[in-house]
């Protein structure tokens, strides 16, 4: 079945430092790739997403570029900051279908 | 204002009861979900809803029951309630289902507790 996996639980960097975030996902439709971010005790809200292959998407110093020869949809920033402090979940939806799947979440935490 | 609103924001239930969480949309959406987030799994797809019609179940158990009773409602009813049900439940919505405008917006979520 459709699934979605995100390898790392807990990332923590310094603010100022890149960060790279991975999503791959498995599916044998066409997917819509999605990343969610949720602080604590927020509700998730839509940072980017992507239906286009090998093209780059950004918003609020996120990029993502979905590639679908890898099955990747990864989520970048050049320069965290403390406020980036939060749970990161890539998500798959498929055309037709109502249901996002989700992968398990990174927590991404920035210290001073 | 708050597009998605969802009462009662924290709940606390006893074992075997039933509770109904409420969600209400005001975004002008034709789709509506459920989604549940515990320790165990981190966010997990329950329903959907296109025009008052369900469209995906992917809940296993008959204790959890959608119900819309108008286009922007979709409640969610949970019987024999247990203490495995204790997550927060998440009502999203979109503007039409299986769309390339299918993006879905989460509202605020509703904390339940079962003892």
């Known amino acids: 079945g459709d699934s979605v996996t995100q390898t790392e639980g807990l990332v923590t960097l310094t603010k100022g430092l890149p960060v790279m975030l991975n999503c791959t996902y498995q599916t044998t439709y066409s997917p819509f790739l999605f990343w969610y971010v949720q602080h604590l005790n927020e509700a998730p809200k839509l940072l980017l997403k992507?239906?286009?292959?090998?093209k780059r998407t950004e918003h609020q110093g996120f990029y993502a570029t979905l590639h679908k020869s890898s099955s990747s949809f990864h989520l970048q920033k050049s320069s965290v900051q403390l406020s980036d402090s939060a749970l990161y979940f890539c998500?798959?939806?498929?055309?037709?279908?109502?249901?996002?799947?989700f992968g398990q979440g990174t927590k991404l935490s920035i210290k001073p | 204002d708050p597009k998605i609103i969802q009462k009662p924001k924290y709940l606390v239930a006893v074992t075997g009861s039933e509770k109904i969480l409420i969600c209400e949309q005001y975004?002008?959406?034709?789709?509506m979900y459920w989604y549940r987030q515990s320790a165990k799994k981190p966010l997990e797809f329950m329903f959907s809803y296109s025009y008052q019609k369900l469209m995906d179940n992917q809940t296993a158990s008959s204790r959890f029951q959608p119900q819309s009773s108008k286009k922007n409602h979709l409640d969610l009813q949970i019987t024999a309630l247990k203490p495995d049900d204790s997550a927060t439940y998440f009502c999203?919505?979109?503007?039409?289902?299986?769309?390339?405008?299918?993006?879905?917006?989460f509202g605020p979520g509703t904390r339940l507790l079962v003892l």
């Open positions: 992507s239906s286009t292959d090998n």
């Open positions: 998500a798959l939806k498929n055309y037709n279908q109502g249901k996002l799947i």
């Open positions: 999203a919505s979109s503007q039409d289902r299986g769309t390339d405008q299918d993006t879905q917006y």
């Open positions: 975004l002008g959406h034709n789709a």
